[in-house]
């Protein structure tokens, strides 16, 4: 399986950004989708998942801004992320979980700043 993600960049404290990461490659029906992200010098840490039946569960620091949900016929899933914080720069990596294997996109740099 192959992730590729997209559109990180640089917004100001306030903002908001949309990233997305497709899927390809041995695509199962059953398998969550979703995001961590890691900032400088920390570790790697849960944002928000997405089950293919469409459960969503999300970390504290972001529930109430952001908002995950995918398409399956694209095997894409989307991260809306709004009222950024500079708490919230760090690289954001995309994970395809199936079967106990996950799998990760190679990340896309969300920088929030004034």
């Known amino acids: 399986v192959q992730l590729q993600a997209s559109g990180g960049g640089l917004v100001q404290p306030g903002g908001s950004l949309r990233l997305s990461c497709a899927a390809s490659?041995?695509?199962?029906?059953?398998?969550?989708m979703g995001w961590y992200r890691q900032a400088p010098g920390k570790q790697r840490d849960l944002v928000a998942l997405i089950t293919s039946a469409g459960s969503a569960n999300y970390a504290d620091p972001v529930k109430g801004r952001f908002t995950i949900s995918r398409e399956n016929a694209k095997n894409t899933v989307y991260l809306q992320m709004n009222n950024l914080k500079p708490d919230d720069t760090a690289v954001y990596y995309c994970v395809y979980m199936q079967y106990g294997v996950d799998y990760w996109g190679q990340g896309t740099l969300v920088t929030v700043s004034s």
């Open positions: 490659g041995s695509i199962l029906s059953l398998n969550v």
